[in-house]
């Protein structure tokens, strides 16, 4: 007998108690299967919208598994706080100068904690997919010019308090009508030194599909 699929990926066995209270680790994972699922086209905008908030407010891991419970296999990330049992490293840097923009996007693993060496050079930080290893991450600025542009989702908080800046305003571009009591998964903090140039901290932006999905009708009512 195989058992149930569990919130990490995992099958389960005859002793597995799914009514037991789940972990921010457990809604941490089935927030990742959720995501790749909508990027695979198993899951329209609204669904993902939907379970994500469900899955961000669960209390057991009964109510989590019914999110991934339609799910194929095949989209389920397995390991524990990183995917595919990545270890996240401790310390990462970025160093650039007059180059090309930095970019870091999609599924990428985030250290323990990130030192940006920039001059010059447009840097963006997309944490709507990234595979989240702790509930802090603190990111040493030190960078001239340019835009510094930190892309949030649900759950993703950033504290600036930290960040020197000079000659740089803060743009914070709120989300859109985030879920009440969603928990932070999340937190980036800025320090160090950002002059000149912007940073911007706005939610990811709608693709194509997702507009049309979320896009009011605008067929007459009839009375």
Do not use: N
């Not at 990462?92 to 030192?115: C, M, N, Q």
């Not at 932070?184 to 911007?200: D, F, H, N, T």
């Not at 693709?207 to 009011?216: I, K, N």
């Amino acid at each position: 007998m195989s058992g149930e699929m569990s919130p990490t990926g995992e099958h389960s066995g005859p002793g597995s108690s799914p009514g037991l209270r789940a972990s921010h680790a457990d809604r941490d994972r089935v927030v990742d299967v959720l995501r790749i699922a909508a990027g695979d086209g198993l899951l329209t905008a609204d669904e993902l919208d939907e379970r994500l908030e469900a899955a961000l407010s669960a209390r057991t891991l009964d109510e989590l598994a019914g999110l991934t419970a339609d799910l194929p296999v095949a989209s389920t990330p397995a390991g524990g706080a990183a995917a595919g049992g990545v270890v996240p490293k401790d310390v990462v840097r970025i160093d650039h100068v007059f180059s090309g923009a930095v970019k870091r996007t999609g599924r990428w693993v985030l250290p323990r904690r990130l030192e940006l060496a920039v001059s010059w050079c447009d840097v963006t930080l997309d944490f709507t997919e990234a595979v989240i290893t702790q509930g802090t991450l603190q990111i040493d600025v030190a960078m001239t010019g340019k835009t510094l542009t930190l892309v949030t989702g649900p759950g993703v908080e950033i504290d600036a308090d930290g960040l020197t800046r000079i000659h740089c305003p803060l743009k914070h571009r709120s989300t859109r009508t985030p879920p009440d009591g969603t928990p932070v998964r999340l937190r980036v903090e800025l320090v160090g030194q950002k002059a000149y140039g912007s940073v911007v901290v706005r939610p990811a932006r709608r693709g194509f599909g997702q507009w049309l999905l979320r896009r009011p009708s605008s067929r007459p009512t009839e009375d």
